[in-house]
């Protein structure tokens, strides 16, 4: 069974910055993709960003031009990297992985949260 552990949350204030790190079980060459998901108190759970295998990004509308996905493969981990935080990015964040196309691993998350 593959283990998807997330660290990196904290609290920050507006502006700062956060980088979010999702280290998995075994070699992330394997999944067909990896992305970070958050999930705010009485909000469904939403993608901020992907990041397919061939290498292929997506982001949420919220995420553009202020977050960053990537990944080493070396050290089976993925990356959020967070800047220009708002208050509204309050949430758990939750690391993602696709497997076959149809197989989804989740972590247990991390909490992050931007307040003055």
């Known amino acids: 069974q593959v283990q998807l552990v997330e660290s990196g949350g904290g609290l920050v204030q507006p502006g700062e910055s956060l980088r979010l790190s999702c280290v998995a079980s075994?070699?992330?060459?394997?999944?067909?993709?990896m992305g970070w998901y958050r999930q705010a108190p009485g909000k469904q759970r939403e993608l901020v960003a992907s990041l397919t295998a061939s290498g292929s990004t997506n982001y949420a509308d919220s995420a553009k031009g202020r977050f960053t996905i990537s990944r080493d493969n070396a050290k089976n981990t993925v990356f959020l990297q967070m800047n220009s935080l708002k208050p509204e990015d309050t949430a758990v964040y939750y690391c993602h992985a696709k497997i076959g196309g149809w197989i989804d691993i989740w972590g247990q998350g991390t909490q992050v949260t931007v307040s003055s």
């Open positions: 075994r070699s992330i060459l394997s999944f067909s993709a």
